[in-house]
């Protein structure tokens, strides 16, 4: 399982998700797809749970925390939705949230210091965030300090969570 394919699915999920002409129709065949395709994920991740790892609960618990946010965006009519749709986030919502506490034992036993060092980022609620987008002006960006090509260090990227939690020990200066 990917954690890019469950953030691409909650970002889908995080838009708009009828209009006001909209209500009293058919759920948008893209939401539908986008429910489904997250429940399908969720689904596996249940019968699975034993075997998954750090990364896909990290995913599992954003999604938890974005479906809370918007479940409470709709519950207080920030956003219009198709009633079915309502209950449906609500539904997987919830299922994330067990899939999650599901697997975080097999997780600590599996391997006790990592989960330590990344524990508070698994944790219910660290991924709610209820903030809007923010553009970043281009011309305050520094340059990248290693090419584009460099191939991505888990280990590395490891250290500096961990540090910028401070439930690790850097050796070594992380940016």
Known sequence: MRL?????????????VTSSE??????????RDALGALGRVL?????NYRV???????????????LTVLSRRIEAGQLPADPSQARRVAELQRQAARVADLTLPELQKNDPDYYKRLSPIL???????????KTTDPRLLAPPTVPRDTPFNEEQSD???TELLGTGYAKKHHG
Do not use: H
Request: net charge negative; aromatic share 6%.
């Open 4 to 16: 890019q394919l469950l953030l691409l699915l909650c970002t889908m999920i995080a838009s708009p």
């Open 22 to 31: 909209d209500r009293g129709k058919e759920p948008e065949p893209s939401l």
């Open 43 to 47: 689904d596996y991740c249940e019968r």
């Open 52 to 66: 998954l790892n750090l990364d896909a609960v990290i995913g599992i618990r954003m999604v938890d925390g974005q």
């Open 123 to 133: 944790q219910p609620g660290f991924w709610m965030i209820d903030s809007r987008s």
């Open 159 to 161: 250290a500096c969570l």
